[in-house]
T-cell receptor
Framework: GENVEQHPSTLSVQEGDSAVIKCTYSDSASNYFPWYKQELGKRPQLIIDIRSNVGEKKDQRIAVTLNKTAKHFSLHITETQPEDSAVYFCAASIHTDKLIFGTGTRLQVFP | GAVVSQHPSWVICKSGTSVKIECRSLDFQATTMFWYRQFPKQSLMLMATSNEGSKATYEQGVEKDKFLINHASLTLSTLTVTSAHPEDSSFYIC??????????FGPGTRLTVL
């Protein structure tokens, strides 16, 4: 089955700096890669997603890149703000079916 | 966006009792719903896929006789934790997916077994 690895587990940045979180997946059949932000005790919130027919997608300060050959995808957050502090999860699935999540990255943005 | 609700939001029960958690899609029909479990400071782990009108599909290592799933209608799936024990204490989150769309998550249910 699918296995998703995520790095780093924690990430501390200064406000205004960029943050990058990386994931790798194992199943070449996976074609949908969402990223979620989760605050303590809350549901995961979809912040951006990418499908395998696209190499990059951007939404304001957030971007995701996908390298199908290497089975890597990454989340890029620019101009970080304190409210970006949360736990971020990557996931992989086939056609938005059952999601296999990465282990999570705790992002702390210091003012 | 689509709305998914869960009830209850939290529950405390004694060891050995059963607890039922409901997941509802409020503004769309969902032939498939998913149940995840999240232990503190850990990731979401898929437990099972709930299919309307048929048996749920359980992930490896998840006991189907302990975690009973019933998807009785296109808007409701229930998860029953039978004979709950302290190690079942966790955050249970469901999700539902409109056809061809991404998954929408419920707010989660925090289960504490004493």
């Amino acid at each position: 089955g699918e296995n998703v690895e995520q790095h780093p587990s924690t990430l501390s940045v200064q406000e205004g700096d960029s943050a990058v979180i990386k994931c790798t997946y194992s199943d070449s059949a996976s074609n949908y890669f969402p990223w979620y932000k989760q605050e303590l005790g809350k549901r995961p919130q979809l912040i951006i997603d990418i499908r395998s027919n696209v190499g990059e997608k951007k939404d304001q300060r957030i971007a995701v890149t996908l390298n199908k050959t290497a089975k890597h995808f990454s989340l890029h957050i620019t101009e970080t703000q304190p409210e970006d502090s949360a736990v971020y999860f990557c996931a992989a699935s086939i056609h938005t079916d059952k999601l296999i999540f990465g282990t999570g990255t705790r992002l702390q943005v210091f003012p | 966006g689509a709305v998914v609700s869960q009830h209850p939001s939290w529950v405390i029960c004694k060891s050995g009792t059963s607890v039922k958690i409901e997941c509802r899609s409020l503004d769309f029909q969902a032939t498939t719903m998913f149940w995840y479990r999240q232990f503190p400071k850990q990731s979401l782990m898929l437990m099972a896929t709930s299919n309307e009108g048929s048996k749920a599909t359980y992930e490896q290592g998840v006991e189907k006789d302990k975690f009973l799933i019933n998807h009785a209608s296109l808007t409701l799936s229930t998860l029953t934790v039978t004979s709950a024990h302290p190690e079942d204490s966790s955050f249970y989150i469901c999700s539902a997916r409109p056809p061809g769309n991404e998954q929408f998550f419920g707010p989660g249910t925090r289960l504490t077994v004493l």
